[in-house]
Nanobody
Framework: VQLVESGGGLVQAGGSLRLSCSAS???????????IGWFRQAPGKEREAVSC????????DYADSVKGRFTISSDNAKNTVYIPMNNRKREDRAVYYC?????????????????WGQGTQVTVYS
């Protein structure tokens, strides 16, 4: 599976940004058989889970730090997952990665994701 993130950039604190993750080249099944997760790694910190979605049934999960500000969604016709991020905070500054897990149950467990994108940088300034 090939994953390509887009939408990163510079955003002012309190502003909004939407990241996209486009998937292709499925080894097993199709897009609807995978979970897509978003993870981020801030400078000097370990990578952490942000959100995930089951493209099979639409169930989602979020890290506490982004609940109420980020909303993940999936457009199965376009093989793309979106994560609009509102009310950006300085601590949201990180490289954001999307990842794919073959399965129908949404999971925030990083070790279960086998396919990863290259990442997209998000910088928040005040």
């Amino acid at each position: 599976v090939q994953l390509v993130e887009s939408g990163g950039g510079l955003v002012q604190a309190g502003g909004s940004l939407r990241l996209s993750c486009s998937a292709s080249g499925f080894t097993f099944g199709d897009f609807g058989d995978y979970n897509i997760g978003w993870f981020r790694q801030a400078p000097g910190k370990e990578r952490e889970a942000v959100s995930c979605i089951s493209t099979f049934d639409g169930t989602t999960d979020y890290a506490d730090s982004v609940k109420g500000r980020f909303t993940i969604s999936s457009d199965n016709a376009k093989n793309t997952v979106y994560i609009p991020m509102n009310n950006r905070k300085r601590e949201d500054r990180a490289v954001y990665y999307c990842a794919a897990n073959y399965g129908t149950k949404a999971t925030m467990s990083e070790e279960l994701y086998a396919e990863w994108g290259q990442g997209t940088q998000v910088t928040v300034y005040s």
